[in-house]
């Protein structure tokens, strides 16, 4: 003799077969504070990249890109974690900023080992004081100047001896 199907009996067998992979799928970490910050219009030009996740990350698993307005890469120093802070990964530019739009792209992993992707964009408005003022060299004391200095006082007194 079979048993009719007692839905009452499985309702709760099938919610949480439901439910434990949803929980599982969300234990990925997300991005919840990046420096720069996302969207942002900085007038102050970066030294590093720090983004903080919602969970630890390992930093071996994790990737950082900045790339400029043109898609070329900057430069930047190795991927580290923050002191005293699992959740945080920072790296420093190596390059310096012009005025233009920069994206981040990130890859993070957490205890699951799952990567995690994503990339935002944030714009430096301002031209760095070192970029704007060309280098300039202390005034040189003129030729005839300096052979006046050494006791001659003419050039061509110099080229006639």
Same mark, same amino acid.
């Given at each position: 003799?079979?048993?009719?199907?007692?839905?009452?009996? #499985?309702?709760?067998?099938?919610?949480?077969?439901?439910?434990?992979?949803? $929980?599982?799928? +969300?234990? %990925?970490?997300?991005?919840? %504070?990046?420096?720069?910050?996302?969207?942002?219009?900085?007038?102050?030009?970066? $030294?590093? @990249? +720090?983004?903080?996740?919602? &969970?630890?990350?390992?930093?071996?698993?994790?990737?950082?890109?900045?790339?400029?307005?043109?898609?070329?890469?900057? /430069?930047?120093? +190795?991927?580290?974690?923050?002191?005293?802070?699992? !959740?945080?990964?920072?790296? !420093?530019?190596?390059?310096?900023?012009?005025?233009?739009?920069?994206?981040? !792209?990130?890859?993070?992993?957490? /205890?699951?080992? %799952?990567? @995690?992707?994503? &990339?935002?964009?944030?714009?430096?408005? *301002?031209?760095?004081?070192?970029? *704007? !003022?060309? &280098?300039?060299?202390?005034?040189?004391?003129? #030729? &005839?100047?300096?052979? /006046?200095? *050494?006791?001659?006082?003419?050039?061509?007194?110099?080229?006639?001896?």
């Amino acid at each position: 003799m079979t048993r009719p199907f007692n839905a009452v009996r #499985f309702t709760p067998l099938l919610l949480l077969a439901l439910v434990v992979p949803l $929980r599982t799928a +969300s234990a %990925h970490p997300r991005l919840l %504070h990046a420096a720069p910050a996302i969207g942002d219009r900085i007038a102050v030009v970066p $030294r590093q @990249v +720090s983004l903080t996740f919602s &969970e630890a990350v390992t930093v071996g698993l994790c990737r950082l890109t900045l790339l400029d307005a043109v898609q070329r890469p900057v /430069a930047l120093d +190795s991927l580290r974690a923050a002191p005293g802070d699992a !959740k945080t990964v920072t790296a !420093k530019i190596l390059s310096v900023l012009r005025p233009g739009r920069y994206t981040v !792209k990130w890859q993070a992993g957490g /205890a699951d080992g %799952h990567p @995690v992707r994503g &990339e935002y964009s944030f714009v430096v408005q *301002t031209v760095p004081s070192s970029l *704007t !003022k060309p &280098e300039t060299q202390p005034p040189q004391p003129d #030729f &005839e100047a300096r052979l /006046a200095a *050494t006791g001659v006082r003419s050039s061509t007194r110099v080229a006639t001896r």
